[in-house]
């Protein structure tokens, strides 16, 4: 198995142009084997890959190298992908999804890239969830830098980076469209939160749609431009998407999972956040934009985003326009407290 498993890495090898005679292939291929070794990481065929929808796909990895625990490739997965400058909308909904599927018992796929990407596996491990990261590179490094703390973190808490790149390879700009087809193909669908009209996450949404996988998208007003790809796709078929029931009406049953049950100290948190916006909102005469709260609330965006939706949620805040918001009285009737 270790000659087949040494010939196989120097064709992918080959292919990656990581070097040049058939000599060199072989030392290459001992070293490759050497590091991974040394850095807790897996280099895993094709055929022995736990995710059975991966097995799918017309243009299948020969072999994949992995960082993390391999069996969440196993888990039912769903990708969530969008831009890399995400609005404050964009960070919402991509914090919401993220969250509110890994609670449903959903792997979050992403492609560690900075905005959406990036939420999307930050909220998974938020509320303790798993979620896999496909790389455009190999696992020697982390592209891009900023979020090599995140990348730990997914490993850390159960989850899994995983490349077709053997290590050494750069983050080359022709790698990453070539990589989404594996976001989509570890997946029962894919969600695009956020995508301009030329948007690389529209890339993954063509490869859902060549795999016959579920495609969603989040809508946005008519005349944002920075959705304009996300109103494309709901043009040309994709499933429009306010909450995640809508998501799961159009997977497999048993792809549903019962909720996680928030804890005590969570839930604490949650109260003790929102009565700092409490303080925020009176101070604005109960009416404030999304950008104004950050800037006046104490915390990170992804607890003020927690705390609004509680608040929402209790009936206590209501979003009057886009991205702006009213503490409403306690009958919950939606007259703001007092309007300037």
Same mark, same amino acid.
Request: with cysteine; charged share 15%.
């Given at each position: 198995m270790r000659v087949d498993l040494k010939r196989r890495l120097i064709e992918v090898g080959r292919r990656f142009s990581q070097f040049e005679s058939s000599h060199e292939g072989e030392s290459w291929a001992d070293k490759i084997i050497s590091w991974c070794k040394g850095h807790d990481c897996l280099i895993l065929p094709f055929e022995q890959c736990p995710n059975i929808y991966l097995k799918e796909i017309g243009s299948v990895p020969d072999l994949l190298f992995l960082k993390g625990e *391999? $069996?969440?490739l196993g888990e039912p997965c769903l990708a969530l992908v969008g831009t890399r400058r995400p609005s404050n909308y964009g960070k919402r909904a991509a914090i919401h999804f993220s969250r509110a599927l890994s609670a449903r018992g959903? +792997?979050?796929? @992403? %492609?560690l890239a900075r905005g959406i990407d990036s939420l999307a596996h930050q909220g998974v491990i938020d509320v303790g969830g798993h979620t896999v990261a *496909?790389? %455009? #590179? %190999?696992? $020697?490094? &982390?592209?891009?830098g900023e979020n090599l703390a995140l990348a730990h973190e997914i490993v850390r808490k159960g989850g899994c980076l995983v490349s077709e790149y053997p290590p050494g390879v750069p983050p080359l700009k022709n790698h990453f469209p070539a990589r989404n087809r594996i976001i989509s193909g570890l997946s029962l669908g894919t969600v695009i939160v956020e995508a301009a009209a030329r @948007?690389? @996450?529209?890339?993954? !949404?063509?490869c859902a749609l060549e795999q016959n996988r579920e495609i969603f998208a989040v809508? !946005? #007003?008519y005349d944002d431009l920075g959705f304009y790809g996300c109103h494309r796709l709901l043009q040309e078929g994709a499933k429009l998407i306010t909450s995640v029931e809508e998501i799961l009406e159009e997977l497999p049953p048993q792809a549903s999972f019962p909720i996680f049950e928030q804890s005590t100290k =969570?839930? !604490?948190a949650e109260e003790a956040g929102l009565k700092e916006i409490l303080g925020v909102f009176a101070a604005q005469e109960g009416v404030i934009s999304l950008d104004e709260l950050y800037s006046k609330y104490p915390s990170n965006f992804s607890d003020?985003? $927690? +705390?609004? =939706? *509680?608040? &929402?949620?209790k009936g206590l805040i209501y979003e009057i326009s886009p991205? #702006?918001?009213a503490w409403i009285g306690k009958t919950g009737d939606r007259t703001v407290v007092s309007q300037a």
């Open positions: *391999v $069996d969440t959903f +792997c979050i796929v @992403s %492609g *496909v790389l %455009g #590179h %190999g696992l $020697d490094r &982390i592209y891009p @948007s690389g @996450s529209l890339i993954t !949404a063509r809508p !946005a #007003h =969570e839930t !604490a003020l985003l $927690d +705390c609004l =939706e *509680v608040g &929402i949620q991205q #702006h918001f």
